[in-house]
């Protein structure tokens, strides 16, 4: 036994009253840390009333009054929360102007959805977005310029033979031979 206590008498162990815990003896005290670790606990709570100590009424009556209500209010938001309004918002406002646009018919047609184009995983090359953009090398656009005379693709095709995006991914009989 360390500290030269003597074992406690099971039959003496009965609940103390909560005034013996308010200025316990030095004699309890000791008592109580020494053995209060190898005692079982009740499978019962017991609550009694601790007397408070002067100062604390007025955090006693807050308590009580935070608890009687029912509505929970909270004062600080979290930045991942405010970050995550933020980037709807902006995305709305993204997509709003982007049906509201007269330029990028093109890639329009490609991408209609600024949201789904975000989540698609796409490798952007030079020869990519000018192929999307209507600003590659294709006939119509170096005749806009003046570079060349006719916009029309050499395979003759369907739609007016004109080189457009369109017609190079669908109707083009070269570059349907190719692949």
Same mark, same amino acid.
């Given at each position: 036994?360390?500290?030269?206590?003597?074992?406690?008498?099971?039959?003496?162990?009965?609940?103390?009253?909560?005034?013996?815990?308010?200025?316990?003896?030095?004699?309890?005290?000791?008592?109580?840390?020494?053995?209060?670790?190898?005692?079982?606990?009740?499978?019962?709570?017991?609550?009694?009333?601790?007397?408070?100590?002067?100062?604390?009424?007025?955090?006693?009556?807050?308590?009580?009054?935070?608890?009687?209500?029912?509505?929970?209010?909270?004062?600080?938001?979290?930045?991942?929360?405010?970050?995550?309004?933020?980037?709807?918002?902006?995305? #709305?406002?993204?997509?709003?102007?982007?049906?509201?646009?007269?330029?990028?018919?093109?890639?329009?047609?490609?991408?209609?959805?600024? #949201?789904?184009?975000?989540?698609?995983?796409?490798?952007?090359?030079?020869?990519?977005?000018?192929?999307?953009?209507?600003?590659?090398?294709?006939?119509?656009?170096?005749?806009?310029? #003046?570079?060349?005379?006719?916009?029309?693709?050499?395979?003759?095709?369907?739609?007016?033979?004109?080189?457009?995006?369109?017609?190079?991914?669908?109707?083009?009989?070269?570059?349907?031979?190719?692949?």
């Amino acid at each position: 036994m360390s500290r030269g206590l003597p074992p406690p008498d099971p039959r003496s162990l009965c609940p103390l009253s909560s005034t013996e815990f308010v200025d316990p003896s030095p004699e309890q005290n000791s008592w109580v840390r020494h053995w209060g670790a190898a005692l079982p606990l009740p499978s019962y709570i017991v609550q009694s009333q601790v007397i408070a100590h002067d100062g604390n009424e007025l955090a006693d009556k807050l308590a009580k009054e935070a608890a009687g209500k029912d509505i929970i209010s909270y004062n600080r938001i979290p930045i991942c929360e405010i970050a995550q309004q933020l980037g709807e918002t902006s995305l #709305k406002k993204w997509q709003m102007q982007w049906e509201k646009t007269t330029k990028a018919h093109t890639t329009k047609e490609f991408f209609p959805n600024i #949201k789904d184009r975000l989540n698609t995983k796409i490798m952007l090359t030079p020869n990519f977005t000018a192929f999307v953009t209507s600003h590659g090398k294709t006939k119509p656009y170096l005749h806009r310029f #003046k570079i060349i005379e006719s916009p029309d693709c050499p395979c003759g095709g369907w739609g007016g033979g004109s080189q457009t995006v369109d017609h190079l991914l669908f109707d083009c009989t070269i570059l349907q031979e190719v692949s």
